[in-house]
T-cell receptor, first 112, second 116 residues
Framework: AQSVTQLGSHVSVSEGALVLLRCNYSSSVPPYLFWYVQYPNQGLQLLLK??????LVKGINGFEAEFKKSETSFHLTKPSAHMSDAAEYFCAVSDFGEKLTFGTGTRLTIIP | EAGVTQFPSHSVIEKGQTVTLRCDPI?????LYWYRRVMGKEIKFLLH????????ESGMPNNRFLAERTGGTYSTLKVQPAELEDSGVYFCASSQEWDRVGYEQYFGPGTRLTVT
């Protein structure tokens, strides 16, 4: 069975600082990995996805994530936080287009 | 192009009542998924339609939940009778046929269900 662990349900960073949101996965097959973001009162929006191509994946709004098979990780980073990045972030794993298995989410707060 | 829409956005009902949630996927998307997030927990898969057929309903909690997808277009999720533990946010998502490269599930804004 697949599973996702997101370390830290709440993360606070100062505006302009590095954003690092952690995600570790467990999968019995080569995984497809995703980061979604949910802004207040909106649905989930795909930030980026890994589908067995390049291990460093670039997404929208300056975010990127690196797939590390040896560490079973897919951490999300952004070099410089912006106030508009305040949201809840979800890591998810999927097997060949089937259901998504989500982590518990990380709420990101940006300190002015 | 319109995104995934869900109705209603909020619903407050009493224990024992019936509620029906609706999802309209993106036009042309054969795959439709329902997910639920109970407060403070992870978003959990409920079921997956391919066109009008149920591909996977392994996440449905119990037989009080009934999902349908009429003619492979919109879908409804009925809860009857509702219990307190059914409270949460119900998300719908849709996607095109899986092609191993461009796969993405597009999510609706969710329906927040409160059972009192």
């Amino acid at each position: 069975a697949q599973s996702v662990t997101q370390l830290g349900s709440h993360v606070s960073v100062s505006e302009g600082a590095l954003v690092l949101l952690r995600c570790n996965y467990s999968s019995s097959v080569p995984p497809y990995l995703f980061w979604y973001v949910q802004y207040p009162n909106q649905g989930l929006q795909l930030l980026l996805k890994y589908t067995s191509a390049a291990t460093l994946v670039k997404g929208i709004n300056g975010f990127e994530a690196e797939f590390k098979k040896s560490e079973t990780s897919f951490h999300l980073t952004k070099p410089s936080a912006h106030m508009s990045d305040a949201a809840e972030y979800f890591c998810a794993v999927s097997d060949f287009g089937e259901k998504l298995t989500f982590g518990t989410g990380t709420r990101l707060t940006i300190i002015p | 192009e319109a995104g995934v829409t869900q109705f209603p956005s909020h619903s407050v009902i009493e224990k024992g009542q019936t509620v029906t949630l609706r999802c309209d996927p993106i036009s042309g998307h054969d795959n439709l998924y329902w997910y639920r997030r109970v407060m403070g927990k992870e978003i959990k898969f409920l079921l997956h339609f391919v066109k009008e057929s149920k591909q996977d309903e392994s996440g449905m909690p119990n037989n009080r939940f009934l999902a349908e997808r009429t003619g492979g277009t919109y879908s409804t999720l009925k809860v009857q009778p509702a219990e307190l533990e059914d409270s949460g946010v119900y998300f719908c998502a849709s996607s095109q046929e899986w092609d191993r490269v461009g796969y993405e599930q597009y999510f609706g804004p969710g329906t927040r269900l409160t059972v009192t």
